[in-house]
């Protein structure tokens, strides 16, 4: 994983699965994503070539889709402090006092929001109707809060009321409140261009005055279920443009244990993951990945 390896002229701050974050002046952080990839909570010993240019590249794309409704952090992806070695995955930032909260909005049933529904017929907290399937359409976005893991361990979802409880009523309100926001535009415009934006995660800072700022990345395949409008079928799950290859091979074809360290993905597995991102970005944003390569 060569990524782990860079040797840049900054102090180096942390790494998380899939990025490395860096300090570029006392108000400026370099946030570089790497071609890391993880599944079931541990981070694969081989990586997807570009996968970090398309997540920088699909998240500037977002960020100025956005701009007109929530404030971000992201400076600039040409800059002269982004190092040549990183260009074009990574992003010039604004330092934030960082809000330790995944925020969730799901619009579909999936995930671990299927598991919990299938138990108790709630989300978070949140009371849903009878008889959802796998895939199904919920009556309207829902904000299922969690919180943030250490690298390995599993993010747990917890209530609105929880949120609140930790970092006050105030604050709750505004994570929420932006959160289904950002959603549902996010949702409007993939919409558009054939994409259903099933779930998604956001992070957000505060910045110097308090402000709610949106940070990190921002409805990639990474932090989001995209799945193709024309194939939608609720009942069972559905084909998305993200690591589901990677899924389905090591729980699959590999025979891997989901506790030991999973095996090196072949090749095919690889190229298919590949084609599936780029083509998430293409669909979305409508431009040529290769144009970015290419910058």
């Known amino acids: 994983m060569a990524e782990l390896d860079l040797k840049l002229d900054l102090k180096h701050l942390a790494s998380g699965k899939v990025r490395d974050i860096y300090e570029v002046d006392a108000d400026h952080l370099l946030f570089v994503t790497s071609d890391r990839i993880s599944a079931y909570d541990f981070v694969l010993e081989t990586p997807i070539p570009d996968k970090g240019a398309v997540l920088t590249a699909l998240s500037a794309w977002w960020f100025e889709q956005l701009g007109a409704i929530v404030d971000h952090h992201l400076v600039a992806v040409d800059d002269p402090r982004i190092p040549p070695a990183v260009h074009g995955r990574a992003m010039l930032v604004r330092r934030l006092d960082m809000v330790p909260v995944e925020c969730v909005a799901r619009g579909y049933l999936a995930g671990s929001g299927l598991k919990e529904y299938d138990a108790s017929k709630t989300v978070c907290g949140i009371d849903l109707p009878d008889g959802l399937v796998d895939g ?3 009556p309207e976005p829902i904000f299922t809060p969690a919180t943030k893991a250490e690298l390995g361990d599993h993010d747990e979802n917890v209530t609105f009321e929880q949120v609140a409880a930790v970092h006050g009523d105030e604050l709750a309100d505004r994570l929420r409140t932006t959160t289904l926001s950002i959603y549902s535009l996010g949702r409007d415009i993939a919409r558009d261009r054939g994409i259903i934006v099933a779930d998604t995660k956001f ?11 949106l940070a990190d990345e921002v409805l990639t395949p990474d932090s989001s279920r995209f799945w193709p409008a024309d194939e939608w079928e609720p009942g069972h799950a ?41 083509e998430a970005y293409t669909r979305i944003t409508g431009l040529n990945f290769e144009d970015w390569l290419a910058r």
């Open 136 to 138: 199904a359409k919920l």
């Open 238 to 278: 559905q084909p998305s443009y993200d690591k589901q290859f990677v899924r389905d091979w090591l729980t699959g074809e590999s025979g891997w244990d989901r506790v030991s360290t999973p095996p090196p993905l072949p090749a095919a597995v690889v190229e298919a993951t590949r084609d599936k991102y780029v």
């Open 203 to 213: 992070e957000f800072g505060l910045d110097a005055s308090g402000a709610l700022v």
